[in-house]
C-alpha cells in the first residue's frame, strides 16, 4: 500500500494503476484520477477481443459533500498550464494488491474507492464506501468519448443522445452508429446536465511528440448519500445485461478469481503479486477461440515473438499448463509457410503480419519447455508434422529470403524488413540493419533442431524424416558458428551479413548462446563473453541494447516518435533480458556468490519499481541508457513480467 500526505501528494499525478478484462479491454489512469495518456480511460473495450479496443468512458469526476454542507472537488485533470480541480491533495493511501483502491480523506470524511472489471466482459465497475463516522454526500459526473484509443475526441454536434430505462439504468450512445455504454447506478438521483468538456491535456502525450488534447462529453451527474459503512455502485459497460448484475457479487467473483490465478505453493509475497500482474496478458483471442497474450499496456496487441518469449514466465513456470496449451495451438493453428505471425492486425479486417524471423524459432522452445514442465507427450506428438512443416520451409526458403546457407546458418531480410527484436524503423529509415545471420537467430536456430532431435529420441515412435538431415544442419552450425562470429577481444558478432562480414557492435544479443536450453558456445568462451557483457551492457534494471562507448549510443528514450525510435535498441535498457543474462550466468559460472548477489540487487531494484512507481504492480518495457531508473514505453510489459517472475524464480531455488 503506498500512503500519501500533503508533501508527496503530487506523486500520485504521475503514478499509474491498471485493471484489465481477460479479452484485451482494461481500465487505467494515474492514482490521482487524472488521465495523462490518450489510453487511459475508465472503460476501454475490446469489440473483437482482442483488439478494436475502443475508449468509451473517459473518467468520472468526484466530489464530496461533507455534512456541513462544504464541496470537495476529488478529482484532478491537468489543462493546458494548469491543474484543476487539485483534488490529489486529499489522497491518503492507494493499494492495488488486487483491485485499485484508492482512500480519501477530507477533514476526516473517509472515502474508499475501488475500481475492478468483469472478467471475460466490457464492464467496469466502481465501489464507493463510506469509511467516516458521519454521512457524506458523493456527486458523480462521468465523462464519455467514443474512439480508437489510438486517437482523440473533440467537440462534436453528433453527441449525444441517452435514454433513461428506469431502474437506475441509462443507456448512452454518440451518434447513430456507436455502439451503446450502459451506465447503472445503485443508488441517489440522476439530473440531466449536458456538457461539454474541453481541452484535458494529456502529459504523457506532449512528451511523446503527439497531440496531446482531448474534449469529453456528460450527460448528467448522480447525487447520493451514504451513511457510515454504506456502500455505492457505479457500472459502465457495453453490454445491458452485464450493466445489471450485482456488484457486490461481480467483486466477491472477480477476487476468488485473482486469488486462485496463483498455483505455485508460495510463501512469497513478491512472486505471488508479479503472478497475479502476469495474468493481465492472458487474453481470449476470439478469431482463434483459443488464448494469446498481449504484449505490453497500453498500446500493444498479441505478438508471436513477445507472446512465445512471454509465456515461460507467465503462464509455463507457474503451473498453468491449460493456459500454455491453448497459447501454443493459437500460434500453431496459425503458420503461414513456415512462419509464426509477428502480430494479429490490430484491424479485424487485415490479415496477420509474418515478418519476423525469431518468433517461429522460440516457439520451439516454448515446445521444449512445456514438454519439460506438463510431460504432455500427447500434444507435442500431435504437432510433429508443424515442426516438420517448419523446417521444410526454412529449408527450401520463405518469406523475406528467409532460409539456411551452406554454412548451416539461417539468413534472412531483404529491403526494409525489419525481421528481429531489434525492429526499429522510421518510414525507410532502419535503425538497426540486422539483415543477414543475426547472432541469436544462429543460438536459436540451433536450439530449433535440437529440441526437434529430443523429441525424436523421447518418441521414437514417431514418423521424423527429417531427423537425419537436421542432425547434419545441427552439427554444421555447431562446427562454423564461432569461426564465423567469434572476434579477437572475445565476445561475439551481432549480425553476419550475405557476403560473412560482420558487424562487431556489442549487444546484448550474445548471450542467447548461452542461455537457451542447449548452449551454443561452450563456458570458457562464455566465460569471454560475459565479461564484455558485464563491462558494456549490464544494470540492474536489465541490459543495455548497445555499448556506451558506440558513438551510435543514444543515453536518453525521450521526444518524438524519430528521437524515441531512434534510441529504442540504441543503448535503451530492456528488463526482459535479465533472465536470459542471469540463466547464462547460472550455464557458466553456477550460482556463486557473486551471482546471487547480483541477482538480488536487479530483485531489489525491480521490486521497489513494480511496487512504488510507474504503473503500481507493473514492470514497464524499457529505461534509460544511461541512468536507469524511471520506467519508459508502456508501463507493462509482458515480457519484462515474464523476466522478473524468472528471476525470482532462481532466487528462490
Same mark, same amino acid.
Given at each position: ?157 453528433? !453527441? ?357 536450453? !542447449? ?135
Amino acid at each position: 500500500m503506498l500512503t500519501f500526505n500533503s508533501e508527496n501528494s503530487k506523486e500520485t499525478l504521475t503514478k499509474e494503476w491498471l485493471i484489465t478484462n481477460g479479452i484485451g479491454g482494461y481500465a487505467s489512469s494515474t492514482l490521482s484520477g487524472a488521465n495523462t495518456r490518450r489510453y487511459h480511460g475508465l472503460l476501454v473495450a475490446s469489440l473483437n477481443p482482442p483488439i478494436q479496443r475502443q475508449v468509451l468512458v473517459s473518467k468520472i469526476e468526484e466530489s464530496l459533500l461533507a455534512d456541513d454542507g462544504t464541496s470537495y472537488n476529488l478529482s484532478s485533470n491537468y489543462f493546458p498550464g494548469v491543474i484543476h480541480p487539485k483534488g490529489y491533495i486529499h489522497i491518503e493511501s492507494f493499494n492495488r494488491k488486487r483491485l485499485a483502491e484508492t482512500v480519501f480523506n477530507v477533514n476526516g470524511n473517509r472515502l474508499k474507492k475501488t475500481i475492478f472489471m468483469v472478467h471475460g466482459s466490457n464492464t467496469t465497475i466502481l465501489e464507493y464506501e463510506n469509511m467516516a463516522t458521519r454521512p457524506i454526500g458523493l456527486v458523480l459526473n462521468p465523462f464519455y468519448v467514443n474512439r480508437d484509443y489510438h486517437s482523440l475526441y473533440h467537440e462534436t454536434s453528433l !453527441f449525444s443522445r441517452y435514454i433513461d430505462l428506469n431502474k437506475r439504468l441509462i443507456e448512452i450512445t454518440s451518434n447513430q452508429y456507436a455502439i451503446p455504454v450502459y451506465l447503472k447506478y445503485s443508488c441517489g438521483q440522476f439530473t440531466e446536465e449536458q456538457n461539454w468538456y474541453r481541452n484535458y491535456h494529456y502529459l504523457e502525450e506532449q512528451h511523446r511528440g503527439l497531440d496531446d488534447t482531448e474534449d469529453a462529453y456528460s450527460i448528467g451527474k448522480i447525487e447520493l448519500q451514504l451513511n457510515p459503512g454504506e456502500v455505492a455502485y457505479i457500472t459502465f459497460s457495453t453490454d445491458i445485461e452485464m450493466a445489471q448484475i450485482s456488484p457486490k457479487k461481480a467483486k466477491k467473483q472477480e477476487l476468488k478469481r485473482l486469488n486462485e490465478i496463483v498455483q505455485l505453493d508460495l510463501n512469497d509475497e513478491f512472486l505471488s503479486d508479479l503472478i497475479v500482474a502476469a495474468n493481465q496478458f492472458i487474453v481470449d483471442r476470439k478469431t482463434t477461440a483459443g488464448k494469446s497474450i498481449i504484449a505490453g499496456y497500453h498500446w500493444f496487441t498479441d505478438w508471436g515473438r513477445d507472446t512465445m518469449i512471454a509465456m515461460l514466465g507467465l503462464c509455463i513456470a507457474t503451473g498453468d499448463q491449460a493456459t500454455s496449451k491453448s497459447i501454443l495451438s493459437t500460434f500453431l493453428n496459425s503458420l503461414d509457410q513456415g512462419l509464426l505471425p509477428n502480430r494479429f492486425a490490430d484491424n479485424q479486417n487485415d490479415k496477420p503480419e509474418y515478418n519476423t524471423i525469431d518468433a517461429t524459432l522460440w516457439l520451439f522452445v516454448s515446445l521444449y519447455h512445456y514438454f519439460i514442465k506438463f510431460g504432455d507427450a500427447e500434444f507435442i506428438k500431435d504437432n510433429i508434422h508443424n515442426l516438420d512443416a517448419i523446417f521444410e520451409a526454412h529449408i527450401i526458403g520463405t518469406h523475406y529470403q528467409i532460409r539456411v546457407t551452406e554454412q548451416g546458418f539461417l539468413f534472412g531480410g531483404e529491403g526494409v524488413s525489419q525481421l528481429t527484436w531489434m525492429d526499429a524503423r522510421i518510414g525507410d529509415y532502419v535503425v538497426t540493419p540486422r539483415h543477414g545471420c543475426p547472432v541469436e537467430i544462429q543460438a536459436l536456430w540451433y536450439n530449433a533442431l535440437q529440441v526437434y532431435l529430443f523429441f525424436g529420441k523421447e518418441f521414437p515412435d514417431v514418423s521424423m524424416p527429417l531427423k537425419s538431415l537436421l542432425e547434419k544442419l545441427s552439427q554444421k552450425i555447431k562446427t562454423n558458428f564461432l569461426p564465423f562470429f567469434l572476434t579477437s577481444d572475445g565476445y561475439l558478432k551481432d549480425v553476419v551479413d550475405r557476403n560473412l562480414n560482420g558487424d562487431a557492435a556489442i549487444r546484448p544479443n550474445q548471450l542467447y548462446t548461452l542461455s537457451l536450453p !542447449f548452449p551454443l558456445v561452450d563456458k570458457n568462451t562464455g566465460i569471454q563473453i560475459l565479461k564484455i557483457v558485464d563491462s558494456h551492457l549490464f544494470t540492474p534494471y536489465g541490459l543495455r541494447t548497445l555499448s556506451p562507448e558506440s558513438i551510435h549510443f543514444v543515453p536518453t528514450y525521450n521526444g518524438n516518435q524519430w528521437n524515441r525510435d531512434s534510441a529504442y535498441h540504441q543503448g535503451t535498457v530492456w528488463p526482459f533480458l535479465l533472465s536470459d543474462y542471469f540463466q547464462a550466468c547460472l550455464f557458466v559460472y553456477g550460482k556463486t556468490e557473486d551471482i546471487s548477489s547480483k541477482l538480488n540487487q536487479s530483485i531489489k531494484i525491480l521490486s521497489k519499481h513494480f511496487y512504488e512507481s510507474g504503473c503500481i504492480h507493473g514492470i514497464a518495457e524499457i529505461f534509460d541508457g544511461l541512468n536507469p531508473d524511471y520506467g519508459k514505453g508502456t508501463v507493462q510489459q509482458a515480457w519484462s513480467v515474464s523476466a522478473v517472475i524468472q528471476l525470482q524464480l532462481m532466487n528462490l531455488t
